[in-house]
C-alpha cells in the first residue's frame, strides 16, 4: 500500500519532463471540452467516469459521490464505466465496509494497491473485482475542491497497463478538474446562480416571465455558468496554463500558478500595459510578438515542448517548457489558443550538477591514465626479459579502454544535457565508410568486413569524427558479438531522400525483448554465453542514438535468433545534395 501526499511534486524518472507536460496538457483539453456544458448532475457524473476510464487507459472506472452531511463517508455508488452488470450491487454501497474507496475520503490522498490475497482481505471492492475482472492493481482519488470532498474515483488497471508513476500526474489533473466540474454543477450552486435565484428554480420566477424570454433567460444563464465553470478550471489548475480567446475580441485568461511563475500578469498582457513579465528564447532575447507561442497557436501553429524562460520584473528568469494548440470549433475555425508552462528550474539545477558531475569522474579518471600510459609506453620500450614488453602492452591495452570508457561517460552527459557539439560538413560517405571499414579490417584481420556501396550516393551533412565514432562501435560490437567465421557486411544505399548505411553480422542474434531496449543507457546486449559477456559501459548504442538523432537521423536493429542481426542508420541528405 503507498500513499501519495499532496505535496508531492509531477516530475518523470527518466529527467525528460518535456514529453510529460504536452501529454498532461493535451489530456486537460480534451477532460474540459468532454465536461463542457454538462449542468445536469447526474449526466455531468457519468462523463466524469466515462473520461476517467479512457483518460487514465482503466480497465474500469467508479463514481463514488460525497454524503451532504460534511465529513460524511462517500459510500455510493454514482456513475460508473465498464462495470459488469453482475458485480454491481456488491459495490454500489460501501457502508459499513473497509474499502479502498474509503481510504481514500478518509485520507484525502491517492490510494493504490496491487489486487492480491492480502489487499482482497482487507478491502472489500478490491475482492469484489477480483472475483470478476481479476485486475492486477487499483487505485481510489478523492475529488477536493477548496478543502472540501466532492466525491471518489476508483480506476482498476490490468496487467498490461501503466504504472502509478507513470499515471499520477494525470490523476492529479483530472481529479482536480473532476472536483471543480462536480462543485460547480451542485443544486444549490446552480440555484443562486440562475435568473430569479431559488424561486426561478422551483417555478415561481419561470412562470413571471414570457415564454420565449424565459427560454432566453435559460440559455444565457447555461452561457455564463459555462463561462464561470471554465474560469474556475483555468485559474485553480495545478498546471500554469493560459488560454486566448479571439471570440468577438481578443482576451487572455491565465491561471493563479501562470501568474506565480511570471511574477504577475502573462507576458501578453504585460504588453498591453508597457511592464511586466518577458517571455524570452534560452540566452534572453524577448520574443516578438508573432513569435509567442500563444499567438502562433492562434494562428494554426502549435509548439511542442520547447523551452523558453520568463524574464521577471526583477531581473530573475525562470526556464519553462511550454506546449500550445489552437481551440478550434465544430466547423474546424480556430477560436483562440491554449498554452501549458511547466516549471523547470529543479530539472535543470539537477541536471546541471548531473552534468558537472560526470565531468569531473572522467576527468579524474584521465589524469591517472595518462600517466599510467606514459609510463606502460616506456616500459613497453624495455628490453623483452622478464616479459617488460608483454606486460607493458597489457597495460597500455587497459588504459585504453579505461579511456573509452571516460569519453563515453563524457558524451553521454552530453546527450542527456543536449549540448552534444557538431561540426558538420558536407561529406562523401562512400569514402569515410572505405577509410573505417579498411582501419578496422587492419585492427581485427581474423575478422573480415565486405563493405557495398550504391555509386549514386551524394554527399551528406555530417560530423565525419562522429559518424566515425558511430560505425567504430557498430563494426565493434558485431565482432564481438556475431560469428568470428562470418563476415560482417556493411552497406550503404540511397533510399529516397536519406542515405541509409547497415552493419549485419552472423550469430546468435538479439532476443525480441531485448530489441527496444537496446539505445537505452546502460543497456548491454546478451551474447553467446560460452564466449562470456564482454565488457563495457552500456552506453556505446545510447551515444550512437544520440549522434545519429543529432544528426537529424534515426537508427534502429533488427535481428532473427540463430541467423543474423543488423543495425540500421538513415541520414538526410544535405539541402544541396
Request: with cysteine.
Given at each position: 500500500?503507498?500513499?501519495?501526499?499532496?505535496?508531492?511534486?509531477?516530475?518523470?524518472?527518466?529527467?525528460?519532463?518535456?514529453?510529460?507536460?504536452?501529454?498532461?496538457?493535451?489530456?486537460?483539453?480534451?477532460?474540459?471540452?468532454?465536461?463542457?456544458?454538462?449542468?445536469?448532475?447526474?449526466?455531468?457524473?457519468?462523463?466524469?467516469?466515462?473520461?476517467?476510464?479512457?483518460?487514465?487507459?482503466?480497465?474500469?472506472?467508479?463514481?463514488?459521490?460525497?454524503?451532504?452531511?460534511?465529513?460524511?463517508?462517500?459510500?455510493?455508488?454514482?456513475?460508473?464505466?465498464?462495470?459488469?452488470?453482475?458485480?454491481?450491487?456488491?459495490?454500489?454501497?460501501?457502508?459499513?465496509?473497509?474499502?479502498?474507496?474509503?481510504?481514500?475520503?478518509?485520507?484525502?490522498?491517492?490510494?493504490?494497491?496491487?489486487?492480491?490475497?492480502?489487499?482482497?482481505?482487507?478491502?472489500?471492492?478490491?475482492?469484489?473485482?477480483?472475483?470478476?475482472?481479476?485486475?492486477?492493481?487499483?487505485?481510489?482519488?478523492?475529488?477536493?475542491?477548496?478543502?472540501?470532498l466532492f466525491g471518489v474515483i476508483?480506476?482498476?488497471?490490468?496487467?498490461?497497463?501503466?504504472?502509478?508513476?507513470?499515471?499520477?500526474?494525470?490523476v492529479r489533473a483530472l481529479g482536480?478538474?473532476?472536483?471543480?466540474?462536480?462543485?460547480?454543477?451542485?443544486?444549490?450552486?446552480?440555484?443562486?446562480?440562475?435568473?430569479?435565484?431559488?424561486?426561478?428554480?422551483?417555478?415561481?420566477?419561470?412562470?413571471?416571465?414570457?415564454?420565449?424570454?424565459?427560454?432566453?433567460?435559460?440559455?444565457?444563464?447555461?452561457?455564463?455558468?459555462?463561462?464561470?465553470?471554465?474560469?474556475?478550471?483555468?485559474?485553480?489548475?495545478?498546471?500554469?496554463?493560459?488560454?486566448?480567446?479571439?471570440?468577438?475580441?481578443?482576451?487572455?485568461?491565465?491561471?493563479?500558478?501562470?501568474?506565480?511563475?511570471?511574477?504577475?500578469?502573462?507576458?501578453?498582457?504585460?504588453?498591453?500595459?508597457?511592464?511586466?513579465?518577458?517571455?524570452?528564447?534560452?540566452?534572453?532575447?524577448?520574443?516578438?510578438?508573432?513569435?509567442?507561442?500563444?499567438?502562433?497557436?492562434?494562428?494554426?501553429?502549435?509548439?511542442?515542448?520547447?523551452?523558453?524562460?520568463?524574464?521577471?520584473?526583477?531581473?530573475?528568469?525562470?526556464?519553462?517548457?511550454?506546449?500550445?494548440?489552437?481551440?478550434?470549433?465544430?466547423?474546424?475555425?480556430?477560436?483562440?489558443?491554449?498554452?501549458?508552462?511547466?516549471?523547470?528550474?529543479?530539472?535543470?539545477?539537477?541536471?546541471?550538477?548531473?552534468?558537472?558531475?560526470?565531468?569531473?569522474?572522467?576527468?579524474?579518471?584521465?589524469?591517472?591514465?595518462?600517466?599510467?600510459?606514459?609510463?606502460?609506453?616506456?616500459?613497453?620500450?624495455?628490453?623483452?626479459?622478464?616479459?617488460?614488453?608483454?606486460?607493458?602492452?597489457?597495460?597500455?591495452?587497459?588504459?585504453?579502454?579505461?579511456?573509452?570508457m571516460a569519453e563515453e561517460l563524457?558524451?553521454?552527459?552530453?546527450?542527456?544535457?543536449?549540448?552534444?557539439?557538431?561540426?558538420?560538413?558536407?561529406?562523401?560517405?562512400?569514402?569515410?565508410?572505405?577509410?573505417?571499414?579498411?582501419?578496422?579490417?587492419?585492427?581485427?584481420?581474423?575478422?573480415?568486413?565486405?563493405?557495398?556501396?550504391?555509386?549514386?550516393?551524394?554527399?551528406?551533412?555530417?560530423?565525419?569524427?562522429?559518424?566515425?565514432?558511430?560505425?567504430?562501435?557498430?563494426?565493434?560490437?558485431?565482432?564481438?558479438?556475431?560469428?568470428?567465421?562470418?563476415?560482417?557486411?556493411?552497406?550503404?544505399?540511397?533510399?529516397?531522400?536519406?542515405?541509409?548505411?547497415?552493419?549485419?553480422?552472423?550469430?546468435?542474434?538479439?532476443?525480441?525483448?531485448?530489441?527496444?531496449?537496446?539505445?537505452?543507457?546502460?543497456?548491454?546486449?546478451?551474447?553467446?554465453?560460452?564466449?562470456?559477456?564482454?565488457?563495457?559501459?552500456?552506453?556505446?548504442?545510447?551515444?550512437?542514438?544520440?549522434?545519429?538523432?543529432?544528426?537529424?537521423?534515426?537508427?534502429?536493429?533488427?535481428?532473427?535468433?540463430?541467423?543474423?542481426?543488423?543495425?540500421?542508420?538513415?541520414?538526410?541528405?544535405?539541402?544541396?545534395?
Open positions: 500500500m503507498a500513499k501519495i501526499s499532496a505535496h508531492d511534486q509531477l516530475g518523470h524518472d527518466d529527467g525528460e519532463p518535456e514529453s510529460a507536460t504536452a501529454q498532461l496538457a493535451e489530456v486537460v483539453v480534451e477532460a474540459a471540452a468532454a465536461l463542457s456544458g454538462k449542468f445536469q448532475p447526474q449526466a455531468l457524473r457519468e462523463v466524469v467516469a466515462e473520461q476517467a476510464a479512457r483518460l487514465l487507459s482503466a480497465d474500469l472506472s467508479l463514481l463514488y459521490g460525497a454524503a451532504v452531511e460534511e465529513h460524511a463517508r462517500p459510500i455510493r455508488l454514482v456513475a460508473s464505466s465498464n462495470l459488469p452488470s453482475a458485480f454491481a450491487a456488491q459495490l454500489t454501497d460501501l457502508t459499513g465496509t473497509s474499502s479502498l474507496v474509503l481510504r481514500a475520503a478518509e485520507s484525502r490522498r491517492i490510494e493504490h494497491a496491487l489486487v492480491d490475497q492480502a489487499a482482497c482481505e482487507r478491502f472489500s471492492d478490491l475482492s469484489a473485482l477480483a472475483a470478476s475482472m481479476r485486475p492486477h492493481w487499483a487505485l481510489s482519488a478523492p475529488l477536493l475542491s477548496a478543502d472540501r476508483f480506476c482498476a488497471f490490468g496487467s498490461r497497463s501503466a504504472s502509478f508513476q507513470e499515471i499520477l500526474p494525470r482536480a478538474l473532476f472536483a471543480l466540474a462536480l462543485a460547480s454543477a451542485e443544486p444549490t450552486a446552480s440555484a443562486r446562480t440562475r435568473p430569479g435565484g431559488a424561486d426561478y428554480v422551483r417555478g415561481r420566477g419561470a412562470d413571471a416571465l414570457e415564454p420565449t424570454e424565459a427560454a432566453f433567460r435559460e440559455v444565457e444563464w447555461g452561457l455564463a455558468e459555462e463561462r464561470r465553470w471554465l474560469r474556475s478550471v483555468i485559474e485553480d489548475f495545478p498546471v500554469a496554463i493560459a488560454v486566448l480567446d479571439e471570440r468577438g475580441g481578443p482576451s487572455l485568461l491565465a491561471s493563479r500558478r501562470c501568474q506565480e511563475l511570471c511574477g504577475g500578469p502573462h507576458p501578453l498582457e504585460a504588453l498591453d500595459v508597457g511592464r511586466g513579465a518577458l517571455l524570452c528564447e534560452p540566452g534572453g532575447r524577448p520574443l516578438l510578438l508573432p513569435e509567442m507561442p500563444l499567438v502562433r497557436a492562434a494562428r494554426g501553429e502549435g509548439t511542442t515542448c520547447k523551452e523558453l524562460w520568463f524574464r521577471r520584473t526583477d531581473g530573475s528568469y525562470v526556464p519553462v517548457v511550454v506546449s500550445a494548440g489552437p481551440i478550434r470549433g465544430e466547423d474546424g475555425a480556430i477560436h483562440g489558443a491554449i498554452a501549458s508552462y511547466e516549471d523547470v528550474t529543479n530539472f535543470r539545477e539537477i541536471q546541471r550538477l548531473r552534468e558537472e558531475w560526470t565531468s569531473l569522474v572522467a576527468h579524474d579518471l584521465k589524469q591517472p591514465l595518462s600517466a599510467i600510459s606514459a609510463y606502460a609506453g616506456m616500459l613497453s620500450r624495455l628490453p623483452e626479459s622478464a616479459g617488460a614488453t608483454a606486460w607493458g602492452q597489457k597495460i597500455l591495452s587497459n588504459v585504453q579502454r579505461l579511456d573509452r563524457l558524451d553521454a552527459s552530453k546527450i542527456e544535457a543536449r549540448h552534444l557539439s557538431l561540426e558538420p560538413q558536407p561529406t562523401d560517405m562512400r569514402a569515410l565508410l572505405h577509410a573505417i571499414v579498411e582501419l578496422a579490417a587492419a585492427e581485427r584481420p581474423d575478422h573480415a568486413i565486405v563493405l557495398t556501396a550504391d555509386e549514386d550516393v551524394p554527399p551528406v551533412l555530417v560530423d565525419a569524427a562522429r559518424m566515425d565514432q558511430v560505425l567504430g562501435n557498430l563494426l565493434l560490437n558485431a565482432a564481438k558479438y556475431g560469428d568470428p567465421d562470418a563476415p560482417t557486411r556493411v552497406t550503404l544505399s540511397l533510399r529516397d531522400a536519406e542515405v541509409e548505411v547497415a552493419i549485419e553480422n552472423r550469430g546468435p542474434g538479439i532476443p525480441p525483448d531485448e530489441l527496444p531496449r537496446l539505445f537505452q543507457r546502460f543497456q548491454r546486449l546478451s551474447s553467446n554465453p560460452s564466449r562470456g559477456r564482454p565488457p563495457g559501459t552500456g552506453l556505446g548504442l545510447y551515444i550512437c542514438k544520440g549522434i545519429i538523432e543529432a544528426h537529424g537521423g534515426r537508427i534502429w536493429a533488427q535481428s532473427e535468433l540463430g541467423k543474423t542481426t543488423s543495425f540500421h542508420f538513415a541520414l538526410p541528405l544535405s539541402r544541396g545534395g
